[in-house]
């Protein structure tokens, strides 16, 4: 009787107070805020559709609502109430409008497949991994550390590499002007200034003319904080793991101005033999509100590095062979006390991006962005050169060690014996050299935007101009003990001229690219339906400059113009709170890259490169509740006439025409059963493969002249370098109060070799490229929220291949296609970081 008067006594002595948290600025329901009634363990967390009910003890007065990413809100109470929708507001000064122009979307609105990662996810579970690794638990998504160097990861997004997945900072593109690239050792520091990143697969939702054909990452970085305060940071890890990072802010003055700087430095010894690094990263955003119309900020981000790497694959036996198994890298050695990488084993880079952006919001209706861009960027790698180049070489395409190659008695690369060897050719100077294979940019654009709302339809139209210069060419960094070096690659220079550090040598030429696009959109908002429709239309324009090959009157090209141009359009429909369906269609009309475009390295036209094109298509269907969050994606990619140069012996091959078909399923879901346990997974299965035999021309690479033609026999073979099938399962629970383990399990399969088709004529053997052993690895990670005098204050820690299993991230077929001839690289082992976060 003493328990049942107990709890009717508490049942009378509590209030429900309930409500739905959305963002103020988007609309959009936050799932996961924390509503708490300040001095008491009353509290609750927000349901996946943004909604919550709270029982609160009697008197209590106020609740306080949170989400990271957002400012604090109080709310005054007054018994038993419905609070309705509660508008959180940001916590960065211009974010709506950034996101605007980044076209930053709604998941449960748009028409697109998509996933967000928080700034919360990416600080407490990234850890010491890279930056692009933590996008591996979305569906479709196969990230890789390649060779294991800093910065080195790859990402692949349906199966398609960065070169044909569109990266936009803020709304701006960062891929590379001639091939499309993206080398995430040049955005290093992102990982520290990262607000949220979005993965748009497929089509994705952005305005401008990209050549997304897998999709679009977008990641919006900090902004300039709206209040005062400030973070230390500091972390280590394995193999000497060390991170510090600071950062202040004034928030928001009485005068309008704004202010929030960010350094951060990082070091360590490396997973990989001879991969030790340092790094770098600063950021700045200064913010000014002009007044209620008008908003000006200034932004930039830089990290710069240096990073020893290996950049030679083995063979499976090669690696049991050796001591350090998996841990193997055949490309360093020790030169003057320090690790050195030869060829291919080092990196160094700087490359900051400024932007200076305009908001301008007309009226309730109407906004208009505008951002200067500029980015600077200057390094390169380290290659080996000279006639006797062999003596530091290792080949790539065996993974053997050139037969007159110079190691010491623990098998490093013995750059001394190089130099005593050197120091005897005092007439012919040095035999074998080290030099900086260097590329570097100036890229400068304009991105100009109108987004106009009427009634339930906004359109946006805008402009996109871009001007890039990307200068290559080699250059003398070492002479390893010799005076000198000699080569004859400059036809305007003296071929016995004496050659020195700095100078440049084996190849000099300029990239040039401009390019201007145009796009619009039309984006209709009704209660149950929502679409869009969007065009662009861009002239990308190619010249280039060689200054090696060719006399001062010579060494410009004409312009090479090409007009690529995209449509795309999605509905959805929504049949209730609870069920929507949605889907899209698009064709992309792609410019070939540059090195399509100029043969063999020259100025010669390829009078046969063709426009690629990509036809996509989506089907989805989500589902949304309070507790439970669903979405099931059927895609279907045609990458047509895609064009490929490459090289068999001395003759250059030229491939047109090669077809790619990219189709799959994806699901993700979420599932909270209580506010303290929150339970993700995904799984997505995909069918890659190339969908014709192809002819290609052959030429010679002296000439330029054709020889005759190769048959590459591809039919049916699947696309490599990507698992196409992926899985995951995340827990996260709250333990004790503000103490929150995770536990993720990832499994990939399906995961084939890349492979070179000049290796795949009538006389090869036939068969698919070689299928990599399946995998499944288990991450775990906690993070303890606590106070340290009044600051608040958080321990966190993770541990990636918990137990430790070996597995193959990447290979590269072998002549036979099976795992004995393939080249690859292991995954790493287990691997930890922990840190301690204080916010002031």
Request: glycine content about 12%; cysteine-free.
């Amino acid at each position: 009787m003493a328990a049942v008067l107990m709890l009717s006594v508490a049942a009378i002595a509590q209030t429900t107070v309930k409500g739905v948290v959305v963002d103020g600025g988007s609309g959009e329901s936050l799932p996961g805020a924390s509503i708490v009634v300040p001095g008491t363990t009353s509290g609750t967390v927000s349901g996946f559709d943004g909604s919550f009910a709270l029982q609160v003890p009697q008197g209590a007065s106020k609740v306080v609502v949170s989400f990271v990413g957002f400012l604090d809100k109080e709310i005054a109470l007054s018994g038993a109430q419905d609070l309705g929708e509660i508008k959180l507001e940001s916590d960065a000064v211009g974010l709506n409008e950034v996101s605007v122009m980044a076209s930053v979307v709604t998941d449960r609105q748009t028409p697109v497949a998509v996933s967000t990662i928080s700034a919360d996810i990416i600080e407490n579970k990234l850890g010491s991994q890279e930056y692009p690794e933590i996008l591996k638990t979305t569906p479709s998504i196969y990230t890789s550390k390649e060779g294991g160097g800093f910065g080195d990861a790859s990402v692949y997004v349906r199966g398609f590499d960065s070169n044909n997945v569109g990266v936009l900072i803020n709304g701006i593109p960062v891929n590379d002007m001639e091939n499309g690239k993206v080398y995430w050792s040049n955005w290093a520091g992102l990982s520290d200034v990262s607000r949220t990143m979005q993965v748009q697969r497929g089509l994705g939702a952005s305005k401008l003319g990209l050549s997304s054909v897998g999709g679009t990452i977008n990641i919006l970085t900090k902004s300039t904080d709206a209040k005062k305060g400030g973070v230390v940071k500091t972390g280590i890890g394995n193999d000497g793991y060390r991170k510090q990072l600071f950062s202040i802010s004034t928030g928001m003055m009485d005068n309008g101005w704004a202010v929030t700087l960010l350094g951060s430095h990082t070091y360590a010894d490396g997973y990989i033999r001879g991969t030790d690094y340092d790094a770098w990263s600063y950021y700045a955003n200064v913010s000014k509100k002009i007044n209620d119309k008008h908003t000006m900020s200034f932004m930039i981000t830089g990290a710069p590095q240096w990073h020893n790497q290996r950049g030679t694959k083995h063979t499976i036996e090669q690696y049991r062979n050796h001591k350090h198994e998996e841990k193997y890298n055949s490309d360093y050695g020790i030169r003057e006390g320090k690790v050195y990488g030869g060829g291919y084993g080092y990196n160094y880079y700087h490359k900051p991006q400024a932007q200076l952006n305009h908001y301008w919001n007309i009226n309730e209706e109407t906004l208009m962005t505008t951002s200067v861009y500029a980015s600077v960027g200057s390094g390169g790698g380290r290659r080996v050169s000279g006639e006797q180049s062999g003596w530091l070489r290792v080949d790539s395409k065996t993974g053997e060690d050139d037969p007159n190659i110079l190691r010491t008695a623990d098998g490093l690369l013995d750059f001394d014996e190089v130099s005593a060897r050197n120091a005897t050719y005092t007439a012919e100077g040095s035999q074998a050299i080290i030099g900086n294979s260097v590329n570097n940019h100036s890229w400068i654009g304009l991105l100009s935007s109108l987004t106009m709302t009427k009634q339930a339809i906004t359109y946006t139209g805008g402009l996109d101009l871009r001007y890039y210069k990307g200068e290559h060419y080699r250059e003398v960094e070492d002479l390893l003990g010799g005076k000198f070096f000699l080569d004859d690659s400059n036809i305007n220079r003296d071929a016995d001229t004496w050659l020195k550090k700095g100078d440049k040598y084996s190849y000099h030429n300029d990239g040039k690219v401009l390019y201007t696009g145009l796009f619009g959109q039309a984006e209709y908002a009704g209660d149950n339906v929502t679409g869009f429709v969007s065009a662009a239309l861009s002239r990308k324009s190619y010249k280039r400059v060689d200054y090696f090959q060719y006399a001062p009157a010579e060494q410009e090209t004409d312009w090479e113009h090409f007009f690529p141009w995209n449509v795309k359009a999605g509905v959805s429909y929504k049949f209730n709170s609870i069920h929507s369906v949605f889907g899209n269609a698009g064709y992309v009309q792609r410019t070939p890259y540059f090195t399509n475009v100029f043969l063999n390295y020259k100025n010669d036209v390829n009078d046969d490169v063709k426009y690629e094109k990509i036809i996509t298509s989506e089907l989805g269907y989500k589902y949304t509740a309070s507790n439970f969050d669903a979405k099931v994606t059927l895609y279907r990619t045609q990458w047509k006439d895609r064009g490929l140069v490459q090289t068999i012996g001395r003759s250059k091959v030229n491939i047109s025409g090669l077809n790619q078909l990219h189709q799959g399923i994806e699901f993700e879901a979420s599932y909270k059963p209580s506010k303290k346990l929150t339970i993700d997974a995904m799984f997505s299965l995909g069918d890659w493969i190339y969908e014709d035999d192809v002819n290609a021309a052959v030429f010679n690479e002296e000439t330029n002249e054709l020889e005759g033609e190769f048959n590459a026999i591809i039919k049916d073979v699947h696309v490599g370098n990507s698992a196409q099938m992926t899985g995951s399962v995340s827990v996260r629970y709250e333990v004790l109060p503000k103490l929150t383990i995770s536990g993720d399990y990832l499994y990939y399969g399906k995961h084939y070799a890349n492979f070179d088709a000049t290796k795949r004529g009538l006389n090869s053997v036939p068969g698919d490229a070689w299928e990599m052993p399946d995998v499944g690895l288990v991450d775990l990670g906690f993070n303890y929220r606590f106070e340290i005098a009044g600051l608040k204050a958080s321990i966190y820690g993770n541990m990636n291949n918990v137990f430790d299993t070996e597995y193959i991230s990447k290979a590269q077929d072998g002549t036979t296609h099976v795992s004995s001839d393939a080249l690859v690289y292991y995954g790493f082992g287990r691997n930890w970081s922990t840190g301690l976060k204080v916010k002031f």
